[in-house]
């Protein structure tokens, strides 16, 4: 026991708003895996429900996104004997910690955050991107369009995630890093307003390589739900095939040495992720004397990707039946995560003021 305390609390989450992608699987889910490795490390791993609930609330998908993640989580690796794998609605104490710290959050500097902005300007169909869109936001709300204001308060929840679990690390991608400073920034506020220590600042994790940017299939940017370019884990191999072989590429090098186009650059960075050294160097050689065939290289990309996820997806198969299984896992994750959330929210309430007559 006393052992355990001295261990790094290291906690994250992905939102329950789908299947996962390859984007995920190397951005998060290979990250949470290599951590339990490690002994110095005490995990958590949540499906983030509640934070879902934000954009599109919708009770039918809801309960099976949950359902997916779990069983995506288990089947890529993350063990239920080294790592808490929890839901975050079976800890209620979230919600009240996220009640008394939005007492110390201000609405402006929510209103500021880049992804706040973002999600609005889709929810109320604002295309302008100006970056003073505050008002807009003010103005534009219907009956029919609104921005809700569990979405402004986003970073609170995700805050107290971390917060009431005392993270010290907390492995996520680059996208989620102002949310991360927002959760430092309420951490100090927090303490120093009460005069307490009481919660520590939390760290993006990443084990000292590149940040990892995972590209979608469609020539553009990142690979997202939303963009519509994803490879998911439970894709089965025709489908993961047919996805790279239709990868968006160009007409091909017509100089000796130059710059891939971004489509051709997206690939490369899928296949550094997905093969071995010496197959992208291959490639790289045959890019640079123009001597490459991109379907031979999308041919080898879909081979290396299948192999990755093949194994993933036999397991999201065997497990996601097993309704005993998952509902052990839950129970026994979200014991262990409410004993820790318990004590840190009885701790803030006793800092606040709030204390029983009785
Ligand atoms: N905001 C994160 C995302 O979109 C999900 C998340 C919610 C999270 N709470 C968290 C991640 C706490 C890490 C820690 O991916």
Redesign the pocket.
């Known amino acids: 026991m006393e052992e355990k305390k001295e261990k790094e609390i290291v ?5 329950a708003t789908g299947n996962l992608h390859i984007g995920n699987y190397f951005g998060a889910l290979s990250k949470f895996v290599r951590m339990q490795q490690d002994d110095k490390y005490e995990n958590l791993f ?1 499906v ?1 429900d509640l ?1 879902a609930l934000t954009t599109a609330p919708d009770p039918a998908a809801l309960h099976a996104n949950v359902r997916s993640i779990v069983t995506e989580y288990l089947a890529a690796g993350i063990d239920p004997e080294k790592s808490t794998i929890f839901v ?1 609605s079976d800890v209620p104490e979230v919600s009240e910690l996220y009640l008394l710290l939005n007492m110390h959050v201000g609405i402006g500097e929510l209103m500021r955050t880049a992804s706040f902005k973002d999600k609005a300007r889709k929810a109320l169909g604002i295309h302008s991107d100006s970056d003073n869109i505050e008002s807009e936001i003010i103005g534009n709300e219907s009956t029919s369009k609104r921005v809700n204001a569990g979405l402004l308060t ?1 970073p609170t ?2 805050a107290v ?2 917060l009431i679990q005392k993270a010290q690390k ?1 492995p ?2 680059k ?2 890093e102002q ?1 991360l400073e927002l959760t430092r920034r309420f951490a100090r506020r927090f303490n120093n307003f009460y005069g307490v220590e009481l919660f520590p600042e939390p760290y993006n994790f990443d084990f000292g390589g590149k940040p990892v940017k995972v590209p979608g299939l469609d020539g553009s940017g990142k690979m997202g739900k939303s963009e519509g370019n994803c490879i998911y884990l439970i894709d089965d191999e025709k489908t993961l095939r047919k996805k790279v072989m239709r990868a968006v590429t160009d007409q091909g090098p017509t100089e000796p040495n130059s710059e891939p186009t971004q489509p051709i650059a997206n690939l490369f960075s899928l296949m550094e992720l997905a093969s071995t050294p010496d197959t992208v160097e291959h490639f790289r050689k045959a890019y640079a004397d123009c001597s490459i065939r991109y379907g031979d290289l999308k041919k080898q990309l879909a081979e290396d990707l299948v192999a990755l996820t093949a194994p993933i997806r036999e397991r999201i198969q065997a497990i996601s039946g097993d309704d005993a299984y998952i509902g052990r896992v839950l129970r026994e994750g979200a014991e262990k995560a409410r004993e820790r959330a318990a004590r840190t929210l009885s701790e803030a309430r006793e800092v606040m003021g709030i204390r029983k007559f009785y």
Not at 11 to 15: A, T, V
């Open positions: 906690l994250s989450g992905i939102r949540f983030a934070h975050q986003y929840l995700m995630d971390i907390v996520v991608g996208d989620q949310h």
